[in-house]
């Protein structure tokens, strides 16, 4: 008798914990923009030459010819919640007139990225050399703080690979 309790409750058990094994697929949908494509826009270039710096907007707004919109979500299991992330370019007389930019990295965002990386790893290696006493981390220095009018960037998570802009052909290289 207690054999077969002991076997039911390992069954039930399996069952429980298997349930909560459940793959959740990443999700990415929208224009992934390179952050140094969006460095190059400026104000005053031509409707084509944002079509060949940025690609064509996946959906174009057929109400306003004189916005375009350039959405991108991604939604990963590793992530609590989904990076969203918008440029919108308004254009005048068929030239860009001014743009916002929410969310998307520029050039500038991954360089300051790249040095507060640099900056951390050096600190982890004086902790280290110090014998590994962990210390109160220091808040940073206010040349590693974004200045007010920007935003700190939110890259694509390292743990997934970038995803390749539109056009470009998949698969190993």
Do not use: H
């Amino acid at each position: 008798m207690k054999r077969l309790a002991l076997s039911t409750i390992s069954l039930v058990l399996c069952a429980f914990l298997a349930s909560g094994c459940v793959y959740k697929m990443n999700i990415q949908q929208g224009n992934y923009l390179v952050p140094d494509s969006v460095s190059q826009l400026k104000e005053g270039m031509t409707r084509s030459q944002v079509r060949f710096l940025l690609g064509t907007p996946m959906v174009p707004d057929a109400f306003d010819e004189s916005r375009w919109d350039y959405y991108y979500f991604f939604s990963s299991q590793r992530i609590d919640k989904p990076l969203k992330r918008r440029l919108t370019v308004f254009f005048a007389d068929d030239k860009v007139a001014r743009y916002e930019n929410q969310g998307v990295p520029t050039q500038a965002d991954l360089e300051q990225l790249e040095r507060d990386l640099r900056k951390a790893v050096a600190e982890s290696k004086s902790k280290k050399k110090r014998g590994g006493k962990t210390e109160t981390a220091t808040p940073a220095s206010d040349s590693a703080k974004p200045s007010e009018g920007e935003k700190a960037p939110d890259p694509v998570p390292p743990s997934e690979p970038a995803p390749a802009p539109a056009g470009t052909p998949s698969g190993p290289t």
